[in-house]
């Protein structure tokens, strides 16, 4: 992949967080804050846990911290998948932000 798709793939996924975050905003009372700085998203919960999504561009990778752990991912069939257990981003995403919200949330690749 060139450096371009890389960042046309990656910001795709970028936009997709942040625009979860507004619906789930909307819908639910999560109450997630999210900012963003460049390539990278922080997400606060109500109880001041945080989920961080960055890119890495020398690697082509995104990274994601949460209170699960540290994940890296990298675009692979039209999906970014984790670098050692090949699950997907946002299936990762909904599921570390659902434990740290304490309710359900939903993150949805923008493929979908």
Known sequence: MTDLEYQDRAEAALSAIEAAC????????????NQRTGGM????????????????KPLQE?????????????????????????SELFASLSR?????AEQPLLFNSPNS
């Open 96 to 100: 570390c932000a659902s434990a740290q």
């Open 22 to 33: 507004d619906r789930i905003n909307d819908e639910t009372d999560a109450d997630v804050d």
């Open 62 to 86: 995104i990274w994601m911290a949460a209170r699960a752990g540290g994940f890296h991912y990298k675009f692979v069939h039209g999906q970014w998948l984790n670098t050692k257990d090949s």
């Open 41 to 56: 998203i922080t997400m606060s919960f109500a109880n001041r846990s945080q989920i961080i999504i960055n890119l890495q």
